[in-house]
């Protein structure tokens, strides 16, 4: 079955850079588009970045332009998302996304937390 499962998660300081992962299994993986989606306490999940099949389509939401950058690499199955710049409000626990079938599928999630 399709799965996803997201690690790289932690606590940096404003200012300071995370990359997190997202291992996809169970459906051919270069055939999809991915996504990743952030949820903070009290809010809702809300879209972060996504990019095509190929890799050539990506797209940004506005909050994160600029500081994120979304990659895959088809030989590991994997998508990622390079986060600079981070800022407190980029706090959210983090979440790959696929839609396979007509089905959404959602990893287990990742949290960010940007503290000093």
């Known amino acids: 079955q399709v799965q996803l499962v997201e690690s790289g998660g932690g606590l940096v300081q404003p200012g300071g850079s995370l990359t997190l992962s997202c291992v996809a299994s169970?459906?051919?993986?270069?055939?999809?588009?991915m996504m990743w989606y952030r949820q903070s306490p009290g809010k809702e999940r809300e879209f972060v970045a996504i990019?095509?099949?190929?890799?050539?389509?990506?797209g940004y939401a506005t909050s994160v332009q600029g500081r994120f950058t979304i990659s895959r690499d088809t030989s590991k199955n994997t998508v990622y998302l390079q986060m600079s710049s981070l800022k407190p409000e980029d706090t959210a626990m983090y979440y790959c996304?696929?839609?396979?079938?007509?089905?959404?599928?959602w990893g287990q999630g990742t949290q960010v937390t940007v503290s000093s």
């Open positions: 169970g459906f051919v993986f270069g055939m999809y588009g």
């Open positions: 990019i095509g099949p190929t890799g050539v389509n990506i």
């Open positions: 996304n696929t839609k396979v079938a007509n089905i959404k599928y």
